[in-house]
C-alpha cells in the first residue's frame, strides 16, 4: 500500500509569511509524530498525535509552531511568522498505535524542506 | 532524559571493506535501539531494531547490530559494504509509552570504489 506522504516536498517562503506543511500517514495508522532535520540540530522530535490528540507537544520550539490532525488521518504542522532558523527538512511519521507494551515501527515520509529567506 | 551520541560524524571505507558504525545511549530504563539509512532525497528507512533477546539483531540489506548493555551501546557492522550502501546513518532510542524516538547526530558514509 502507499507509504506516508508529505506535501509539498520543497517550500520556499520570505521571512514573517505562515506556512502550512501537510502529511498524511498509512491508513489505519492511528498515532503520528512530526521531526524536524536541521543542520545544527540533528532529528528532533516535535509532537505526537494520537488519533486527533496531541498528549506530547513538548518538542514543539515556540508557540509559532502549532500542528492539528483531523479525522485521525491527516495532519498539518503550521509556522507562523517563519524565521531563517525554521529553515529544515520536516518529517513525518505514522504507526500503528501508540506504544503502550509494545513497539510498533514508525514509517517516515520523505519529508518538506523548507527554506525560509 | 533519553540521549544518543554518535561519534563519527563522517566515515570513508572502500568498497568491499568492512564497516562498524558507533552508537551510545542513554536510557533509564530498557531501551529500544533503532538504525536507520537516509539516502539524499529520501526519508529514514529502518534497518534493524533491538527490543528484548538476542543481542545480536539482522537487518536489511546484510546489515546487523549488537547490544551491549555494560557498555550502553548499540554498534552497527556490514561484513563487507557495497557502493550503494553510502548514505547516513542514524541511530534512534525509544522506549515503552508512545514511542517518541530520539536519534543520534547521523553518520554519513562514503563508500570508495
Known amino acids: 500500500g502507499a507509504g506516508v506522504s508529505q506535501s509539498p516536498s520543497n517550500k520556499v517562503t520570505e521571512k514573517g509569511k505562515d506556512v502550512e506543511l501537510r502529511c498524511d500517514p498509512i491508513?489505519?495508522?492511528?498515532?503520528l509524530y512530526w521531526y524536524r532535520q536541521s543542520l545544527g540540530q540533528g532529528l528532533e522530535f516535535l509532537i505526537y498525535f494520537q488519533g486527533n490528540s496531541a498528549p506530547d507537544k513538548s518538542g514543539l520550539p515556540s508557540d509559532r509552531f502549532s500542528a492539528e490532525r483531523t479525522g485521525g488521518s491527516v495532519s498539518t504542522l503550521t509556522i507562523q511568522r517563519t524565521q531563517q532558523e525554521d529553515s529544515a527538512v520536516y518529517l513525518c511519521?505514522?504507526?500503528?498505535?501508540?506504544?503502550?507494551?509494545?513497539?510498533?515501527?514508525?514509517?517516515f515520509g520523505p519529508g518538506t524542506r523548507l527554506t525560509v529567506l | 532524559a533519553q540521549s544518543v551520541t554518535q561519534p563519527d560524524i563522517h566515515i570513508t571505507v572502500s568498497e568491499g571493506a568492512s564497516l562498524e558504525l558507533r552508537c551510545n545511549y542513554s536510557?533509564?530504563?530498557?531501551?529500544?535501539l533503532f538504525w536507520y539509512v537516509q539516502s539524499p532525497g529520501q526519508g529514514l528507512q529502518l534497518l534493524l531494531k533491538?527490543?528484548?533477546?538476542?543481542?545480536l539483531v539482522q537487518g536489511i540489506k546484510g546489515f546487523e547490530a549488537e547490544f551491549k548493555r555494560s557498555q550502553s551501546s548499540f554498534n552497527l557492522r556490514k561484513p563487507s559494504v557495497h557502493w550503494s550502501d553510502a548514505a547516513e546513518y542514524f541511530c534512534a532510542v525509544g522506549g515503552v509509552g508512545y514511542g517518541k524516538l530520539t536519534f543520534g547526530q547521523g553518520t554519513i558514509l562514503t563508500v570508495h570504489p
Open positions: 511519521a505514522s504507526s500503528l498505535a501508540g506504544q503502550r507494551v509494545s513497539y510498533n515501527e514508525q514509517f
Open positions: 491508513s489505519g495508522h492511528t498515532a
Open positions: 536510557y533509564g530504563a530498557t531501551p529500544y
Open positions: 533491538y527490543f528484548s533477546g538476542d543481542t
